[in-house]
């Protein structure tokens, strides 16, 4: 694909473009994405599709049966599953989402027949994100540039702090009215989500009003989370955005999703204000889930 045809606007979509990887002006074309949305959408990209499949074929099958206690959320390392009892909340919202999940890290604790492939949809996504960081860091104007404590894909260099979750969003009875996840917007730097096996992911434009991502088999989502936007100066903006209540027709249905978030080091300087680590406990605080 030539540069000029580097964006492909899809009307199903609102404005939000659909970037080809591969093309000569993606990055230019993510990073105005970014800019203007807070999220790029993006096909061709190298996330190895049919893993993702079998992440989200068998970890539903494992949510069914149900996660072993020993694999039981740790409310210090925050790894582990989370049942639905335990989910977060949105800031400032008192209902939980109605979601339980599977937060997995490098060094943390995983199921050992599913362990392989979070463990290779990580490593490749991590290539991936340092990309597409390099793509904005390349791309912020010098004064922002130069305010960085240190280039952006260097951030997340042997850090610990990065994080797969394995979403579940159950089946919603006809009784039952609650979120899938209420408005927030993310804590890390990027986002990294490989598309779901339904609809829902919807953000919030600058005038208040809602779009739906359109949720294509092949495609990559990527938002800017809050850390980012701390790094920035607010020159990128972290948007609100959620997964909307099912309609009447996909309510019976479940839906996977599975999130990279992509985190500094804790010892990172984001601003004068935070490191990393600092503005990730004061949003754990936040969350309720510490």
């Given at each position: ?72 959320m740790d409310p210090i390392d925050q790894d582990g599953y989370f049942a639905l009892d335990n989910a977060e909340s949105a800031k400032g919202q008192l209902v939980r989402d109605f979601k339980e999940y599977f937060q997995f890290y490098r060094w943390g604790r995983c199921p050992s027949h599913l362990k392989a492939d979070l463990e290779a949809h990580f490593s490749d996504s991590l290539d991936f994100s340092s990309t597409l960081l390099r793509w904005v860091a390349e791309r912020l104007p010098t004064d922002i540039a ?145």
């Amino acid at each position: 694909m030539t540069a000029n045809r580097a964006v492909v606007l899809d009307k199903a979509a609102a404005q939000l473009p659909l970037i080809d990887f591969t093309s000569e002006g993606a990055p230019d074309a993510f990073f105005n994405s970014l800019k203007t949305y807070g999220f790029a959408t993006l096909m061709s990209h190298p996330l190895d599709m049919a893993r993702v499949s079998r992440i989200y074929s068998e970890w539903r099958a494992q949510f069914s049966q149900g996660v072993p206690s020993g694999f039981a959320m740790d409310p210090i390392d925050q790894d582990g599953y989370f049942a639905l009892d335990n989910a977060e909340s949105a800031k400032g919202q008192l209902v939980r989402d109605f979601k339980e999940y599977f937060q997995f890290y490098r060094w943390g604790r995983c199921p050992s027949h599913l362990k392989a492939d979070l463990e290779a949809h990580f490593s490749d996504s991590l290539d991936f994100s340092s990309t597409l960081l390099r793509w904005v860091a390349e791309r912020l104007p010098t004064d922002i540039a130069a305010s960085l404590s240190m280039p952006l894909e260097k951030m997340i260099e042997n850090s610990d702090q990065t994080m797969l979750r394995v979403l579940h969003y159950p089946p919603v009875g006809a009784d039952i009215d609650l979120p899938r996840a209420a408005a927030h917007e993310d804590i890390n730097l990027l986002t990294i989500l490989p598309a779901s096996n339904g609809p829902g992911l919807e953000l919030q434009l600058t005038d208040g009003s809602w779009i739906e991502v359109v949720n294509r088999p092949s495609q990559v989502v990527v938002n800017i989370g809050d850390m980012l936007q701390e790094a920035t100066d607010g020159f990128l903006r972290s948007t609100t955005h959620r997964v909307a209540t099912p309609s009447q027709d996909q309510a019976q249905s479940g839906r996977m999703s599975l999130p990279l978030f992509l985190h500094p080091r804790p010892d990172v300087v984001l601003s004068p204000r935070y490191t990393a680590g600092t503005y990730l406990a004061e949003r754990l605080r936040e969350l309720s889930t510490t």
